[in-house]
């Protein structure tokens, strides 16, 4: 198991214990580290937490392009349970139309890049309101960062090694 060696800090204070965690994250993201390296409870947060930040920024297909190999939207699922995020974006997540072909796939299949475009935009009209449907959950909505910080609170030495 793969901890983050650090020297102690305050797990109370929300900032702190967040920076940490994002060089923890920094340091186990699935394409830089070795994922099955890691516990299932560090990888929990860290699926949610990359999960989240991908959608947030590139949708879900970008998590889908990204991620995928690593992992799938069942485990995304299951560490968003466990973590006890809010049930209306597990929901969003049950109905995403997973069985589509993934960006690399299709970049294979493609005659074209005129092919590979439509095909493309539409997955994007696909994934849309699935994305819209996330942004609107995340909107004023700090339940994801702050359920992590309590799972992380409560496995602490999970993830950290301390410095003496």
């Known amino acids: 198991m793969t901890k983050y060696r650090t020297e102690k800090f305050d797990i109370a204070d929300d900032d702190a214990l967040w920076g940490k965690f994002m060089s923890f994250a920094r340091a186990n ?20 937490f990359i999960y989240d930040s991908e959608v947030m920024g590139e949708g879900h297909m970008g998590f889908l392009d990204m991620y995928s190999k690593y992992i799938d939207i069942d485990a ?3 560490a968003m349970e466990h973590l006890h995020i809010p049930e209306p974006f597990i929901c ?12 690399d796939e299709l970049c294979e299949q493609a005659a074209d890049e005129d092919e ?18 996330y942004y609107e ?5 700090t339940d994801i960062e702050d359920t992590i910080l309590t799972y992380l609170r409560g496995n602490i030495d999970e993830f950290f090694e301390f410095a003496d």
């Open 29 to 48: 993201i699935p394409y830089e580290a070795h994922w099955s390296e890691l516990s299932e409870k560090q990888k929990r947060p860290l699926t949610v």
């Open 76 to 78: 995304v699922i299951g």
């Open 92 to 103: 969003n997540i049950r109905k995403l139309p997973i069985k589509q072909l993934s960006v």
């Open 116 to 133: 590979f475009s439509a095909k493309m935009d539409e997955l994007d009209e696909l994934f849309d309101a699935y994305d819209n449907a």
């Open 137 to 141: 959950l995340r909107k004023d909505s």
